[in-house]
């Protein structure tokens, strides 16, 4: 079955502007998380959503935010971008109900703010 | 919250050779402790995990140790071959909560 699918694949912004990233999870997996990955710094937890819900949330400012839809497909959202914000967001899916269990991962959207 | 170190950065091995990563953590209250590997230009994949119940897990070349008194776990894999080079990120959860990751390994196998 297809895999968890992040677009855009690369996305140039400038300070200032917002963007909005897209991932659709695989079928029948209920839960979403975002991370943020930046060298030296692994991966940052964001936030996850399970049916339509916020579960989880990371310690990351008011700027980021997201959604999920009923179809389990999610977006998240960075508004007035900066400098720093500049990073690979990995989506990850799972089934979502049962605690400690594999999370399979996009290839990630690359942000690149000048 | 919780807050996982992992070492080393970086670790160059030669083919055949074993290699280790250790990760610490700093919750007790963490029982879930996967291990992912990440290939250039994709995700991380899961590899291998341990619950707080077992000490030790084996997956043919791989296993994972966890010492819950010392609050550390080690990833070690035997006979590295080329296709082990990759990024290896450790972390911990608590139940329900959210997986939290180390800043990752970067491993060189050398032929």
């Known amino acids: 079955k297809a895999g968890v699918t992040q677009t855009p694949r690369y996305l140039i912004k400038t300070r200032g502007q917002q963007v909005t990233l897209s991932c659709s999870p695989i079928?029948?997996?209920?839960?979403v998380s975002w991370y943020q990955q930046t060298p030296g710094q692994g991966l940052q937890f964001l936030f996850e959503?399970?049916?339509?819900?916020?579960?989880n949330k990371g310690n990351f400012p008011g700027r980021f935010s997201g959604r999920q839809f009923s179809n389990s497909r999610s977006e998240m959202n960075v508004s007035t971008l900066e400098l720093g914000d500049s990073a690979l967001y990995l989506c990850?899916?799972?089934?979502?109900?049962?605690?400690?269990?594999?999370?399979?991962f996009g290839s990630g959207t690359q942000l690149s703010v000048l | 919250g919780e807050n996982v170190e992992q070492h080393p950065s970086t670790l160059s091995v030669q083919e055949g050779d074993s290699a280790v990563i250790k990760c610490t953590y700093s919750?007790?209250?963490?029982?879930?402790f996967p291990w992912y590997k990440q290939e250039l230009g994709k995700g991380p994949q899961l590899i291998i995990d341990?619950?707080?119940?077992?000490g030790e897990k084996k997956d043919q070349r791989i296993a994972v140790t966890l010492n819950k008194t010392a609050k550390h776990f080690s990833l070690h894999i035997t006979e590295t071959q080329p296709e082990d080079s990759a990024v290896y990120f450790c972390?911990?959860?608590?139940?329900?909560?959210?997986?939290?990751f180390g800043t990752g390994t970067r491993l060189q196998v050398f032929p």
């Open positions: 959503y399970f049916s339509e819900t916020q579960r």
């Open positions: 079928s029948g997996h209920r839960s």
């Open positions: 972390a911990a959860s608590e139940r329900g909560d959210k997986l939290i």
């Open positions: 341990i619950r707080s119940n077992v």
């Open positions: 990850a899916s799972s089934l979502g109900s049962v605690w400690g269990e594999k999370l399979f």
């Open positions: 919750d007790s209250a963490s029982n879930y």
